[in-house]
């Protein structure tokens, strides 16, 4: 089966613009989470979705928002980008909520100039 | 404030040999660890986990140990392969939250 597809594989855009990435989860799962990795901080927690509701948020201002669709696609959007926002975006789905078994998209790289 | 951590930023084994990753942790309402191994260009895949009910998981030649009264837990891989050399993530949640803290990373590499 298909597994967890991110759009685009690489992005660049300048400070002050505002961003869309794209999870599409294995088909069945209904539960999205967002990560950002960078060197320094490793994985960090962005949000999570589940029937098209955020069950989840972690630490990040809230320029960084997202949402889920009735099919389980997500998106995650930054507006007002910063250099500080230059990172690895990585989706990860699971069948349900509260399901350990999560599996990860190859994530978004988003280089702000 | 990093509640896991890791320590070693990289760590080289020789093939054939015994490879151990380190992980720490802070909050004590943690109670449930995955460990993850990422390639480069791929996102990172689920490699074994441990409830805190537990102090040992142990899936072919990957054993993770927990030792709760140290916050501390280990990963070992035994014996160590060229493919196995990639960054392995250690992550602890709280049952009911669902939201994985991670560790920031080892990278491993096993020298054939």
């Known amino acids: 089966k298909a597994g967890v597809t991110q759009t685009p594989r690489y992005l660049i855009k300048t400070r002050g613009q505002q961003v869309t990435l794209s999870c599409s989860p294995i088909?069945?799962?209904?539960?999205v989470s967002w990560y950002q990795q960078t060197p320094g901080q490793g994985l960090q927690f962005l949000f999570e979705?589940?029937?098209?509701?955020?069950?989840n948020k972690g630490n990040f201002p809230g320029r960084f928002s997202g949402r889920q669709f009735s099919n389980s696609r997500s998106e995650m959007n930054v507006s007002t980008l910063e250099l500080g926002d230059s990172a690895l975006y990585l989706c990860a789905s699971s069948l349900e909520w509260g399901n350990y078994g999560y599996t990860f998209g190859s994530g978004t790289r988003l280089t702000v100039v | 404030d990093q509640q896991v951590k890791q320590n070693s930023p990289s760590l080289s084994v020789q093939e054939g040999r015994i490879s151990i990753l380190n992980c720490d942790y802070t909050n004590s309402m943690f109670d449930y660890f995955l460990w993850y191994k990422k390639y480069p260009a791929e996102g990172p895949t689920f490699l074994i986990s441990?409830?805190?009910?537990?102090d040992k998981n142990e899936d072919g030649r990957f054993t993770v140990f927990l030792n709760k009264s140290a916050k501390h837990l280990s990963l070992h891989i035994v014996p160590s392969q060229p493919g196995d050399s990639a960054v392995y993530f250690c992550?602890?949640?709280?049952?009911?939250?669902?939201?994985?803290?991670f560790g920031t990373g080892t990278r491993l590499k096993v020298l054939a």
């Open positions: 088909s069945g799962h209904r539960s």
């Open positions: 441990i409830s805190s009910i537990k």
């Open positions: 979705y589940f029937s098209e509701t955020q069950r």
């Open positions: 992550a602890a949640l709280t049952s009911g939250t669902y939201k994985y803290i």
